[in-house]
């Protein structure tokens, strides 16, 4: 077995370089603390990394570089030095083949499957498929669904606005939630190798914003009870619960559960992310412009119940990511240019701050999982 340190797993920070970021930081990951060490910036490699999602096996690291002309880049992640006994390598991930035109503009989100890179185009409001070679590079033949459609919120809702991609867990479907037709798109991808083939167009409510999606697990005890989605929604602070089905591809919405307590319901505020814990038992949304971490308890057989909310421990958290563990939380607090970490109670939820990394423009943060040596 290796020696601990040299297992110690890795973290990758995603930034705008265009307001100071270094690229695609590399971080070393203590299990035990959840602290984290920065080893590597990609720096000038790809201009505004904001997103970045792993290939099932993580041997390579996607990232959507969000700009007018968007595009996506591969690095791999087997490329470096391996671990000495004095830690870890400081090589970080090596850009693959350059970038690779998406055919849409401001790509904001991104997931991949085993065959196919997704993005969501958040300017365009588009979705793209992109297909991936054996070792995981990309192919330039991009597939593109247009969405169609507008919501009642002026300049927020002008037109369509894609801004997540996420799989759902079987593996057949694509969900991508649309801010700017307040709605869920949903794709078929039995038998479409890279394509994309709309299933249906899911609405939610008017004016809410659909922002990002995340599934709640289910557990072998619970084979009967339908799987849980959750759509956090940017423009009216609030959680949009749905039953989906997989069986058919259909989403169904229940209801909603406010983000703030009522005494802060006024204010200026733009939800951006949701993780839920392993268990199903809560869920955490970070809040930009109140600058806070929503706590939600998930367990009951209705609507998640607000719990609490605590400070993100900066300012604007664009992104919210919880390590597999369940442990700890991450907020990327992206005009503070910091990650914060957090030790969560497994007993209530509730997140406790426990530490701080610099991380200019910070966007997002992805974790490696740790392996034997």
Known sequence: MADGTQMQPRAYIGSFTSAGGRGITTAALDPRTGALTPLHHTKDAVPDPSFLAL??????????SETDQGTAAAFSLNSGEPPSDHGPSRDGPVLLDG???????????????????YTANYTSGS???LPLHADGRLSSAAVTHQHHGRGPVGERQEGP???AVVPDPSGQWLLSTDLGTDSVWIYDLRGTAAGLRLHREIPLRAGTGPRHLAFAPVHPGQRDTPRRAYVVNELDSTVTTCRWDAETGELEPLGET??????????????????????????WAANRGDDSVT?????SADLPTYVTTVPCGGHWPRDLALHPTGHWLYAANERSGDVTWFEVDPATGTPFLAGSLAAPAASCVVFEQATDG
Do not use: I, K
Request: hydrophobic share 45%; charged share 10%.
């Open 99 to 117: 970038t690779v035109p998406v055919a849409g503009a401001g790509p904001t989100h991104l997931a991949a499957t085993d065959s196919t890179l």
């Open 127 to 129: 979705v793209t498929a």
């Open 161 to 163: 606005h894609a801004h």
């Open 55 to 64: 290939a099932p096996n993580s041997s390579v690291l996607y990232a959507v």
């Open 258 to 283: 406010r983000l703030l307590p009522p005494e802060r319901a006024a204010a200026a505020n733009y939800p951006s992310a949701l993780a839920v814990s392993p268990d199903g038992r809560f869920a």
């Open 295 to 299: 706590v939600l308890d998930l367990t």
